[in-house]
C-alpha cells in the first residue's frame, strides 16, 4: 500500500490492483465521487496500475483541502 506523496504542488499516488479489469472497475466508481466533488484529477492508467495526481485549479494549481477529501475517498474505495 502506498501512501500519498505531496510533490510540485501535487498530491500523488499510484495504485495497482490485480487485472487490468480491475483497474478500470476502480476509475468507474471513482468517477462518481469525483464527479460528487466536482473536482477532477489529472490520472493515467496503464495495464493494472492507476496513477493520480490531484491539485486545485482554481487556488492556483496548488494542494488544497479539497485535494485531500479526494485522496481520503479514493483510498476508501
Same mark, same amino acid.
Given at each position: 500500500m502506498y501512501t500519498w506523496i505531496e510533490k510540485n504542488n501535487t498530491?500523488?499516488? !499510484?495504485?495497482?490492483?490485480?487485472t487490468?479489469?480491475?483497474?478500470?472497475?476502480w476509475m468507474i466508481k471513482a468517477s462518481f465521487e469525483i464527479?460528487?466533488?466536482d473536482h477532477h484529477?489529472?490520472?493515467t492508467n496503464?495495464?493494472? !496500475?492507476?496513477?493520480?495526481?490531484?491539485q486545485t485549479h482554481d487556488a492556483g494549481n496548488?494542494?488544497?483541502?479539497?485535494?485531500r477529501e479526494l485522496a481520503r475517498l479514493l483510498d476508501e474505495l
Open positions: 498530491l500523488q499516488k !499510484t495504485f495497482t490492483f490485480e487490468f479489469g480491475d483497474a478500470i472497475t464527479e460528487k466533488l484529477p489529472a490520472w496503464s495495464y493494472n !496500475t492507476v496513477h493520480v495526481l490531484l496548488r494542494v488544497t483541502d479539497k485535494d
